[in-house]
């Protein structure tokens, strides 16, 4: 069965940076975009960014371009998500993704990771 474990989040300083990581088994990693999603307090779950299954071409949202980057280790079956430059409103819980398809078209399947949480705070 698909499984996606989350890691690498913590409390950090504005301007800080952290590095997620999202093991992954039950599925051929190669044929699947993934993405990343995050759910702050009191908010609905947002999608953060996306690469598509070779890595070639990656999309983010809006508020976090620039400052993160997602990228991919298929070998070794984990996706990443490097996050810099933090800011308190990064603040949420991340989650990461298996797509439906190769390609970033928004869809994901409803396998869903214990999620690793990020604080940003002074």
């Known amino acids: 069965q698909v499984q996606l474990v989350e890691s690498g989040g913590g409390l950090v300083q504005p301007g800080g940076s952290l590095k997620l990581s999202c093991a992954t088994s039950g599925f051929t990693l190669d044929y699947y975009a993934m993405g990343w999603f995050r759910q702050a307090p009191g908010k609905e779950r947002e999608g953060v960014a996306c690469i598509t299954h070779s890595g070639a071409e990656t999309t983010y949202l809006d508020s976090v371009k620039g400052r993160f980057t997602i990228s991919r280790d298929n070998l070794n079956h984990t996706a990443y998500l490097q996050m810099n430059t933090l800011k308190p409103e990064d603040t949420a819980v991340y989650y990461c993704?298996?797509?439906?398809?190769?390609?970033?078209?928004?869809?994901?399947?409803?396998?869903w990771g214990q999620g690793t949480p990020v604080t940003v705070s002074s």
């Open positions: 993704a298996k797509g439906t398809g190769p390609y970033c078209s928004g869809h994901y399947s409803p396998y």
